[in-house]
């Protein structure tokens, strides 16, 4: 008899349920959800319209939410030209949202607003799966964002792109985990990236990034006093490579290009321009010499990009040469620079001294336009190459290739140490066309217009 009550119970209890939930479903409209100032009701109804109905589509409005939300495979989660808002409540999770493979996120606001647990991983945007698309949407935090905006965040994900969207007001702007390779691509393509705390794009492992305007970043990385300036694209120890293409990079705090021991990286179709943005004189520690530099890389094909610098570091910037590469051995720094601490670079490849491990080698710098201008007793140098470029640890040489450079526009075009190889099988007169770099006439020592500074 008992077991019959409890089997009766459980029926009726179950029959209650899905009524409920049918009841639910049939009084939501999933095409056009409408929120309401409970956390926990926009979250069910949300869910219940994802997961029974594969589509959540929302109407204008603020919807806050208790925590965050699984978009589930093929389903679509959308809202009305981004005046749909996904405002997060609590720190219950460490996403917003998370989406299922071939999901789609469009057309929303969300707003992680200062809710996300610190810690590693927390981000706006967290992609363990693949072949989603997130587009056209703003991904924001509140005040004093500690967050990732989006994080590729598993090295078995690919084919995911996210594409158009507004990423800002985070601490870090997008992060390609360590462990993606070239057979697992995900694509960061067309969007604004601006007003991140930190780095805006890291690559520590594989991805594509093009076509982003990236700017207005990396004031308030927590790395020190006055803190280290973020990067606009920040690489360190990846070999996997990535590529970089289309993108307008400027007016960032720190490097627009900033390469630590990467390789195998295809960098073209840019425009790298005016770094080291300070707001004006308020952060005055986003300062330093160089736009675009390479350190330590290797297998690099960097190609019709445009790199200019005009910005001069104040005499108070605490950077210098931290990585003594402008200068040799036993000198004062910058002294491989014509006017010394008073220049400023537009391209640079260089290697550290007594650093074996990660070499400066092998790659290609082809047609490119590279400036570096300045004013008064500054020297701008449009390329550098520090010395041991072009060697192994044994000094074997490996030359980086230069073709079809052009610095007009710079003070200076290029001072050339280490052993690279200058359009060397060419005769370069003044006004050569490419394979050429337009100031190999200015470089004449044999066989490759290397300058006589080729070891620290």
Known sequence: YQRRVRGLKLVFSLLFFFTLHFELLNALNCQALTPTSDPQQNFDQINTCLVSQGTAILTSGTFPVVQGLEV??????????????????????????????????????????????????????????????????????????????????????????????????????????????????????????????????????????TNNRIFHNGWACANGNPPIPGGAIYCLKNIVGAEVAGNDIHDNCGLSFDIDECANFVVYDNYFHDPFYNWNGKYPYCCGPTAVVLMDTSNFQFQNNHVENTRVPPENCPWGDSNHVYSNLGTPPFSDLPAGKSSIVGFAIAKRPNTNNALSINSSITNNTLIANCNGNCVGVGYFESRNTGYDANRKWLPNFFEGNVPFGSNVGSKRCGGNWYAGNSQCEAGSPPPCNADDYQHNRFPFRNDGCDFY
Do not use: M
């Not at 996120?105 to 997130?134: R, Y």
């Not at 594409?163 to 070239?182: A, E, H, K, M, P």
């Open 72 to 209: 589930p495979a093929g389903a679509t989660f959308r809202g009305n030209n981004t005046e749909t808002t996904i405002l997060l409540q609590t720190s219950k999770t460490n996403f917003l949202v998370l989406p299922g493979d071939k999901a789609r996120i469009e057309f929303l606001t969300l707003d992680a607003n200062n809710k996300l647990p610190s810690g590693c991983c927390s981000s706006i945007v967290s992609i363990v799966h693949s072949n989603a698309i997130i587009s056209n949407n703003v991904i924001q935090n509140g005040v004093d964002p500690k967050a990732v905006g989006v994080y590729f965040l598993s090295k078995s994900s690919s084919g995911n792109v996210v594409s158009n969207n507004q990423i800002r007001n985070t601490y870090y702007g997008v992060i390609f985990i360590d462990g993606l390779d070239q057979h697992h691509v995900n694509i960061l393509d067309g969007n604004w990236i601006y007003e991140v705390e930190c780095d805006s794009v890291t690559l520590a492992g594989y991805g594509k990034v």
